[in-house]
């Protein structure tokens, strides 16, 4: 038989009936100041990214996209526009900027206003934990309770992503941008973290599946104020050298989504690992070409 919902916080114990108060019941915080110890936060946040013009989130809710890849082409094509460019690799799970940049065992050097942020031979300043953990080793959090680790870990790794924002010394930047881990309802919870005042690109496939999922994102980020510049179609085709021609890479045919769609990225091995590609693709290569577009498309956005 159901509890009336009236009696839902009513739990027998030990013969007797007590009263369990919820969340909303509670006044105060116990003496812990945790909203001090927030505003405290968000305080130091916006102070350590005061000389941060722009602030953009790229995130997919897909995985396998090939979303941090994409994020760093991206920053590399907004350098190539002049603009002082850093990424911070929010994916503490799978950090891949690091490696992207060349960066892998860059040291976090504390400095006069913070850590300094590791900058690699395009000038591009990446934060990712993955100059930090060998490639091998996966990120581990201790939980103060084993049976609700997966609570714990999530609660964690916002505290890590506030500290390092407010840790280290951004300096005057044009953007930041900010790689996301996968997962529809995390694009949400990563959208309430920063604010209003930074705006989304999802990427995708030009796979059903793909479009499916990012569909959810879509529609995640419905409810949050945040604006969805668009997407990007990564892997829409790939580019052959021999016949200097693009070829598909899925056959079926996918509808448009909710959002403007900003380019295609045609595949290729050179941009599947910039760190250790020993050929940069060329100025009018068609993936430079194209990364190139939308970066200025979405400075237009942005500068608007």
Known sequence: MCAHPAESHIIPTSGKVKNMKSYHDIVGDGGSNVVGQ????????????S???????????????????????????????GKSIAILDADFNGPCQAHLAGLDAAPWI???DGLMLPVNAEGIGVASFGSLLPASKPMEIDSVSQGE????????????LGQMLSSIDWGTLDMLLFDLPPGAERTRQYAHFFG???PFVLVTLPSELSHSVVSRSISALSDCPNPILGVIENMAGYYCSDCDEIKPLFTSSVGELAVPTLGSIPFDPALANPG???????????????FDAIARRI??????
């Open 51 to 81: 000389g941060v013009r722009h602030r953009l989130a790229v995130g997919s809710g897909k995985g396998g996209v090939g979303k941090s890849t994409v994020t760093y082409s991206l920053a590399k094509a907004l350098r190539r526009q």
């Open 276 to 290: 250790a590609s020993p050929e940069t693709p060329s100025s009018d290569h068609p993936s430079t070409r194209a």
């Open 196 to 198: 209003e005042t930074t």
């Open 149 to 160: 680790e997966q609570t714990w870990r999530g609660m964690r790794e916002f505290a890590m």
């Open 299 to 304: 400075l237009e956005d942005l500068e608007s």
């Open 110 to 112: 504390p400095g006069a």
């Open 38 to 49: 927030v505003e405290a936060l968000h305080g130091a946040i916006a102070g350590a990214l």
